[in-house]
């Protein structure tokens, strides 16, 4: 496959309409395999790959994204364009996606809370909700997975209980790592930045349990401003777009 060369002013999104019903994951590395430099990925990214971020969650129902990431990228609530806004009104969607962290404390920026109609989900474990009383905090709700560690398995399923099927993750590693170790990917947006960072060690994931690597089918490669833009979808699951 060729890929595409997007023009300035093009737009990524129409290659990435047809959002899957399960966990979609959003990723940027440098051409040397990093995924943030100076412990933040904003330094990889470009106005590109910023935009398709957003627009990427357009089509979410739920934004998934582990506390660290949280943390050193600053994120606040999730904002979308009027377009974006009556696309999910037409869809039937009529709410926008929250954002759902993954923290064993319960530590979120401040940045998160700035609108109170939106308010995060804490995804956490029953102990770490126990011992930092994560449960007194009426700006954001509690969804507990798991007794002493948070299960990412049973997490995904909680949020599917509630309405919320297309899941777009948006790390960071550990977060990744755990969700391909329970199987639970069904596609992953990666973004190459022509940019070399070196070695940029970011999240404490173990070494993968993985009897062998799964296979990834190549849906689209992009290319604009030298950032490439490909998505993988998993050939074993053909029915999870919709």
Same mark, same amino acid.
Request: aromatic letters at 4%; proline letters at 7%.
């Given at each position: ?65 582990? #506390?660290?990431?949280?943390? #050193? ?55 770490? #909700? ?66 070399? #960072? ?45």
């Amino acid at each position: 496959m060729q890929p595409a060369t997007v023009p300035a002013g093009g737009r990524l999104r129409e290659f990435y309409r047809d959002a899957p019903l399960g966990v979609r994951a959003n990723m940027i590395f440098s051409a040397d395999g990093a995924a943030a430099f100076g412990g933040r990925a904003g330094p990889l990214s470009c106005p590109a790959d910023q935009q398709l971020l957003r627009e990427l969650r357009g089509y979410a129902d739920v934004v998934l994204v582990g #506390a660290g990431t949280v943390r #050193a990228e600053r994120y606040g609530p999730v904002r979308l364009s009027d377009e974006q806004l009556a696309e999910r009104h037409a869809a039937g969607r009529l709410t926008l996606p929250p954002l759902a962290v993954v923290s064993q404390t319960g530590r979120l920026p401040d940045s998160m809370f700035t609108d109170p109609i939106q308010r995060p989900i804490l995804i956490t474990s029953a102990r770490a #909700a126990e011992q930092h009383g994560l449960t007194t905090d009426s700006r954001r709700s509690v969804l507990v997975a798991g007794e002493k560690t948070v299960e990412i398995a049973a997490a995904v399923d909680t949020l599917r209980s509630h309405g919320m099927h297309r899941i777009l993750c948006e790390g960071g590693p550990t977060l990744l790592h755990e969700i391909v170790e329970a199987d639970l990917l069904t596609e992953i947006c990666i973004t190459v930045a022509p940019r070399l #960072a070196g070695s940029q060690p970011v999240g404490s994931a173990p070494a993968s349990a993985l009897a062998f690597p799964v296979p990834l089918t190549l849906a689209h490669a992009l290319v604009h401003d030298g950032y490439l833009f490909s998505r993988y979808v998993r050939a074993d699951r053909p029915d999870a777009t919709g």
